[in-house]
Nanobody
């Protein structure tokens, strides 16, 4: 049984940094496409960071590039999302997702499409106050 469990969310101040963790069981993250998504109240779910299967290619949408970093610790089977200079607009539920099937397409679509991910965590709330 595959499980993805996020942790590290909470109430933070604008300008702070935060690291979210996604601990995986039942699959090997280094063999999986791993993505972090967020969904703010009343908005659609959006990708904020992804890392490729088998390699170390990372992808970030322009909206967060430079402030978000995804990393992977294969020994701990855990993926991290580091967020710097938090803004109120970063307030959302952050979820990690794993894709184990091969997928093709332009990078933006390949990593952003939720259909390319097979397993999802429950999410962790991040609230940024000013």
């Amino acid at each position: 049984q595959v499980q993805l469990v996020e942790s590290g969310g909470g109430l933070v101040q604008a300008g702070d940094s935060l690291t979210l963790s996604c601990a995986a069981s039942g699959l090997t993250i280094s063999n999986s496409r791993m993505g972090w998504f967020r969904q703010a109240l009343g908005k659609e779910r959006e990708l904020v960071a992804a890392i490729s299967r088998f390699g170390s290619f990372t992808y970030y949408p322009d909206s967060v590039k430079g402030r978000f970093t995804i990393s992977r610790d294969s020994a701990k089977n855990t993926v991290y999302l580091h967020i710097y200079s938090l803004e109120r607009e970063d307030t959302a539920v952050y979820s990690c997702a794993a894709g184990v099937r091969p997928a093709n397409g332009a990078r933006s679509t390949l990593y952003s499409s939720t259909s390319n991910y097979d397993y999802w965590g429950q999410g962790t709330q991040v609230t940024v106050s000013s």
